[in-house]
């Protein structure tokens, strides 16, 4: 089995798999395979990671495990915060203990959520209700990339979303496309392919070229299919899609254009107390432009210190605060930057920006990822913030660090699976709001063009279908950049103003920033709209924009 026909099964069953698990499943026979997939009946682990599959296969005996605080301990130990709690869930589960060991064991696992040895904070955690748990993160890999990372990248990429394609009732009878070229004329057939060129013809229809493992073929949408002209010319290279159509000679006829999208029928999840997340990023703190007493008022707000009652009663349910990057503006990111710093070393950077998460209540989780403007590697999936820099947000008892982008869970509980959210800057939201022609020629001027480019992301099912839009770090066994678990909310930043929407049941937020309108920005024609903070109910799944500029 490939590794993405081993990762698609073990979701269905709601399992993730860490990479250091899969390898060792690919070489499984059948019967254990089926026997791992079924082991768990009504609670389990999220993520099967190394140690997990090992007790699993070896399975010597029934073991009575906490999958909820076992994650939380994985957690901790990824985390660098604590591996204790982790050790001593795989003594359990890997030694025929006696009880009277075991007993000592549970023992030491509750000592250890003692205030003082987990932080008070996270012992706070288990109590108030709310849960964070990461579902995706991406390892920062070191090794030198050649040419045949790029071809696996795309090969993950083809095969992961060839899966969703074939779903469609379209495309069941989806042939390679060797058959399809092998086919006399005038056959309707259907493919899936990977877009490797597009032209429009001196008739003005347009023709791509589609590639898959076993070969590549033209494909034609005539201008006069109004029905699917438009978003055949919404099409980018590199991305994947299914066609189906009538063959000519070594060309396919297009009668239908099918995009992986989301499923139709996900349900738009709620859960049962009032509690409110609420997203904000581009704080560019160390910007001469950065609104620090803007971003005073919300943290007087979410402090329950400011606002009407009404207000104050939301700011004490806010339970989650997402930052999706650009925590500073950061120190030679564009040329001339360093007369528009107010501080100029990025250390100093982020101890400003440690010293204003720090005010906020402690009770409140505070998930952060990486920007373009912050200290680390540009190219996706950037990893967490390096320390080196931004060791005072780490230190943070409150703040968890993921990477760009990453897919956290929040607010599970044994009655509740939780929401899932998928955190993107949005760098390569500029390509597409000037490479997109119906988003282009939406009306809507640059500034508001959020929503559209994450419905259209969305529909492509990847974060930045093509090649050039963003810079990537291509890898061998995923593409990093896919969206394969349909989240609940899909939060990004980078645009500087607020755009909220939904599609098909996800959420769409695009967050506002803390950094008055640059000159750049003058220049390239954006309208900024800094400090602004959508504020979303989870029980109701309503959003407000809350503003905490001058002139309210
Ligand atoms: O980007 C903030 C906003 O400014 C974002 O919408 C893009 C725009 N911007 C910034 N730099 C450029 C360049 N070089 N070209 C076009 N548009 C740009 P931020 O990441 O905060 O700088
Ligand atoms: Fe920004
Ligand atoms: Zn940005």
Not at 348 to 357: F, H, I, M, N, S
């Amino acid at each position: 089995m490939s590794g993405e026909e081993i990762i698609s099964r073990m979701m269905e069953k709601g399992f993730l798999i860490s990479p250091d698990a899969l390898d060792k499943l690919k070489n499984l026979d059948d019967e254990t395979f089926s026997k791992l997939e079924n082991f768990f009946k009504d609670e389990k682990p999220m993520v099967i990671n190394q140690d997990l599959l090992n007790f699993l296969i070896s399975n010597k005996k029934e073991v009575e495990i906490n999958w909820k605080e076992f994650e939380n301990a994985k957690f901790l130990l990824e985390k660098g915060k604590d591996q204790r709690a982790y050790n001593v869930f795989l003594d359990l589960m890997e030694y025929d203990l006696s009880d009277e060991k075991k007993k000592i064991l549970n023992e030491m696992l509750d000592d250890l959520k003692e205030p003082g040895e987990i932080s008070p904070e996270d012992a706070q955690e288990e109590n108030d209700g709310s849960s964070l748990v990461i579902l995706k993160m991406f390892e920062e890999t070191h090794r030198k990339k050649e040419v045949l990372d790029f071809v696996m990248h795309y090969q993950a990429r083809y095969n992961f979303l060839k899966k969703i394609l074939q779903n469609r009732v379209e495309l069941q009878e989806a042939i390679s496309i060797r058959r399809a070229l092998n086919k006399s004329n005038r056959e309707n057939i259907s493919l899936i392919g990977l877009v490797t060129d597009k032209r429009t013809t001196k008739n003005g229809n347009i023709m791509i070229t589609l590639e898959d493992i076993s070969g590549e073929i033209k494909i034609l949408i005539n201008k006069n299919r109004k029905d699917i002209f438009d978003s055949a010319k919404d099409i980018v290279l590199d991305e994947v899609l299914g066609v189906t159509g009538v063959t000519g000679d070594k060309i396919v006829f297009v009668s239908n254009v099918v995009f992986p999208d989301l499923p139709p029928d996900k349900p738009l999840k709620k859960c049962e107390d009032e509690v409110y997340a609420v997203f904000t990023s581009d704080l560019h703190v160390g910007s001469n432009m950065f609104i620090e007493k803007d971003l005073l008022k919300f943290i007087n707000w979410i402090n329950g210190k400011a606002g009407n009652s009404q207000q104050r009663e939301i700011a004490q349910k806010v339970k989650y605060l997402f930052v999706v990057g650009d925590l500073v503006d950061g120190i030679g990111i564009y040329p001339g930057q360093e007369d528009e710093l107010t501080i100029t070393d990025i250390n100093g950077q982020y101890d400003k920006v440690a010293e204003y998460l720090s005010m906020i209540r402690k009770d409140i989780k505070i998930i952060v990822c990486a920007g373009n403007h912050d200290a680390i590697r540009i190219s996706e999936p950037q990893p967490v913030l390096n320390k080196q820099y931004s060791q005072s947000v780490w230190d943070l008892p409150n703040v968890t660090m993921v990477t760009n982008p990453s897919l956290v869970n929040i607010h599970s509980s044994k009655n509740f699976e939780g929401f899932d959210v998928l955190l993107y800057h949005g760098y390569c939201f500029d390509y597409y709001a000037e490479n997109v022609e119906s988003i282009r020629n939406s009306g809507t001027h640059i500034s508001d063009r959020a929503t559209l480019i994450m419905k259209y992301l969305l529909q492509k099912r990847h974060l930045a279908p093509t090649h050039g839009s963003t810079l990537f770090v291509p890898t061998r066994e995923e593409d990093p950049l896919i969206i394969d678990k349909v989240p609940d909310f899909f939060v990004a930043g980078h645009i500087h103003k607020v755009n909220v929407d939904q599609y098909k049941h996800v959420t769409t937020i695009c967050c506002s920033c803390w950094q008055s309108k640059t000159d750049f920005q003058e220049k390239v024609g954006h309208s900024p709209e800094p400090s602004r903070v959508p504020v979303v109910n989870l029980k109701t799944r309503e959003t407000k924009v809350m503003k905490f500029s001058d002139e309210s």
